[in-house]
């Protein structure tokens, strides 16, 4: 027995028209496991002068009331992209009783709440896995596999581009000539900025956090720094420390409160994130129950998020009616991490006079702010000397205020700021060099 | 508004009990994904004398008609192994209009097609996501989230013991060595037949690649070799061509027809599964609209286990009624590859006298049936010398008959068994050493 389900478009560019066709060449397969024949009736665009390959006949319409009207049209994928119209129109629509599946990160990492709730009052589902991680099932697996495992950390490769970016720069190449080289294959766009900045990858962040901790994580309380000011010589101290720098995303509940933050970090080489290729995302889950999952591959691609906002169709026609995953997301109230609070192992390093008790006071000046170091490395630098620390887990607030102490000491002349490290074996384990 | 959904479990042992308590602790969580209130009410034990600690009161019994006969038990999981009675308790349950999810990798993998047909007759869902690699949500992945991409290759890590093995041989350990090691660190067990004869990993192959390639696979059709004549000079011939020695499942829809195989294979170095740690499990899946999705994390653990076994009780409730997943997921007719079709590139190499025109002789036998060399590493050894060759993608056939004829050569005193190459660049890109 076949039930006929219509879906409408909200867009029809690159990932519009491949759902479209990607829909067409799959209702069999959809049909099969739901028992629902989808048929893409109506697509908005914004023009319809241009020239489309429409795959099944769908009617191409500039006016939105003709899907908000449609009584036929159950489900709708928004992936016209941009805040608003975008915004107006997917509440509207779960206001008026229709399932959404979205591809819009900004959107969704803007306005998850207000979202979240329009959907549970129009007893509908609002499913949006294609954006983050383009074809990563990263949402579907936190919601549905990961139900009952306090998920309480995330770590994540979620930007190709940056990367991509930073793989060339260990090979040697400068920021510029590994941007122009990412340019050059199309990983990045002419104006990088919202990449290489932290920005994106701050919105994935935003939307992992909130699936991931049920609550609410506004982009405002993401801190992002991206990697324009990475200095060559933060590379080469990695890779000394067999590390290497990657712009990390990183959720954490600690204590009752949430830390989510995109920074450039020094990652051990053996830990699965530094082992992401190129411009592949990835993104790693640790919870009670399961230890640790990790889920990799491309982040971007047209057939990649459409394959995503595909599967979040299939799932909601397979799900409609039962009230499965229909009820807001972001339940829990949890506040933010106090800032400074956030704890992590740190590197930084020290330009000093090369003379005797330098290294004692720098460990006591750490000590007095009960930061430890796991692992030192010192370079002679003509009088001076370059110390690279590697410190145990410790509040970023008080390696701050040690950092600060050390700057005022006699014979340090220049700290470095810190940044963090993610190492799998733990720091413990690293031991004195 | 709350449904009370009853749940029984066949067996409470780890994997049991874990369920029980996981279950009673995050009813909650359940119950705001679906809108069921689900409670275990019955436990089926062989032993009601045994101490237990009950999570939330279920009552135990050894008469399985007490689960079977009573109406208000929505979902049965069993979590008790072995093919019978397992197998025919799952078939009943089925048939009586319960919804079954099992943690049986045996009972999946030798009577999938049984079992599915049973469900799709009783109108229920037969979930089976903890038979493969515990926590990791491969099972959902590819039947929820890659149900329009057409998975045509599924190459896995999926037996964490021989991972570890392998990962500690490398490290110059013997195989009994590394087995004594794996045995005290509890990742092999006393009897470690199962997992180094590559049958536990071979059971999981034939499953995911009867749900990637939507056909029945059975376990005889999958061909298996384990780790036990893994001769040292492979695992130093790997080193040297910058790859390692692992137990790779490799499932493959070629020419429409499935080759489905579990061997040591080489890895090269960069590929993502020479990175899996340890005990770990990997699977990566390739598909037409993902390019290639990798998931990683513990294959094996009790509370792991639970929590699949819990995702899939949870998926359950939230599509009960609508008919999602509960047709035959293996409808297609694909038969296997024939033997020796199955292409691969490959490595081997040859003992052979230091002459002039060896080299020639060897690359003319291969030539003659049509296998071409990729890369070539010359060592000599006394009067003799070795040939470590790669060559490019062949079929498993055409190289058995050019050894057969390389054999044959005066010059050539012994030559190896090929074993497959798997490499992310491409072997077209290993170049000549």
Redesign the interface.
């Known amino acids: 027995m076949t039930t006929e389900t219509n879906v409408a478009l909200l867009g029809y560019g690159t990932v519009g028209g491949a759902v479209d066709r990607?829909?067409a060449?799959?209702a069999g397969?959809?049909e099969?496991?739901?028992?629902h024949r989808v048929r893409v009736v109506k697509a908005l665009v914004r023009d319809t002068a241009k020239e489309r390959q429409v795959a099944d006949g769908a009617a191409i319409t500039t006016d939105f009331a003709e899907i908000l009207d449609d009584p036929s049209i159950a489900v709708v994928a928004e992936v016209m992209g941009g805040l608003e119209p975008a915004g107006a129109y997917v509440v509207d629509l779960l206001a008026r009783g229709k399932h959404v599946v979205t591809a819009n990160k900004q959107l969704v990492a803007r306005r998850a709440p207000e979202l979240f709730a329009a959907a549970s009052a129009g007893g509908v589902q609002l499913r949006f896995?294609a954006s983050v991680c383009a074809?990563?099932?990263v949402i579907?697996?936190l919601?549905?596999?990961?139900?009952?495992?306090n998920v309480h950390r995330v770590l994540g490769i979620v930007n190709g581009t940056t990367n991509f970016v930073l793989t060339e720069m260990e090979g040697g190449k400068s920021y510029a000539e590994a941007l122009a080289d990412a340019q050059a294959r199309g990983y990045a766009e002419a104006d990088p900025t919202d990449d290489v900045s932290g920005a994106d990858a701050a919105a994935k962040m935003a939307i992992l956090a909130t699936v991931a901790f049920n609550t609410r994580v506004p982009l405002d309380d993401v801190q992002y720094a991206g990697i324009t000011e990475i200095d060559p010589l933060d590379v080469a101290a990695a890779r000394e420390l067999e590390m290497v720098v990657r712009l990390v995303g990183a959720a954490r509940l600690v204590d009752g409160g949430y830390d989510v933050r995109v920074e450039p970090a020094f990652v051990d080489a053996?830990h699965?994130l530094a082992?992401v290729?190129g411009a592949f995302n990835a993104v790693m889950l640790q919870g009670?129950?399961?230890?640790?999952?990790?889920?990799?591959?491309?982040g971007a691609?047209g057939?990649?998020t459409?394959?995503?906002v595909?599967?979040d169709i299939?799932?909601v026609i397979?799900?409609?009616?039962?009230?499965?995953?229909?009820?807001d997301a972001a339940?829990r109230e949890v506040p933010k991490l106090a800032p400074g609070a956030s704890r992590s192992p740190f590197y930084f390093r020290l330009l000093v006079d090369d003379r005797p008790g330098t290294l004692a006071h720098v460990a006591e000046g750490l000590a007095r702010h009960e930061v430890s170091i796991a692992r030192l490395v010192q370079h002679q630098a003509g009088s001076g000397a370059t110390l690279h620390v590697v410190t145990h887990e410790a509040p970023a607030g008080a390696l701050a205020a040690a950092l600060g102490d050390l700057a005022g000491l006699e014979e340090v002349r220049r700290a470095s700021r810190p940044i963090p490290v993610v190492s799998?074996r733990g720091v413990a384990e690293l031991g004195w060099a």
């Not at 099969?32 to 028992?35: D, E, I, K, L, V």
């Not at 919601?143 to 495992?149: D, G, I, K, P």
């Not at 009670?288 to 491309?298: C, F, W």
């Not at 397979?318 to 009820?327: A, E, I, R, S, V």
């Open positions: 990607l829909l060449a799959s397969d959809i099969r496991a739901t028992g896995e074809a990563i099932p579907k697996v919601r549905e596999s990961l139900v009952v495992t053996q699965p082992k290729d009670d129950a399961i230890r640790e999952i990790t889920l990799a591959g491309p691609g057939t990649e459409a394959s995503a595909i599967a299939t799932s397979g799900t409609m009616g039962t009230g499965f995953l229909q009820n339940w799998d």
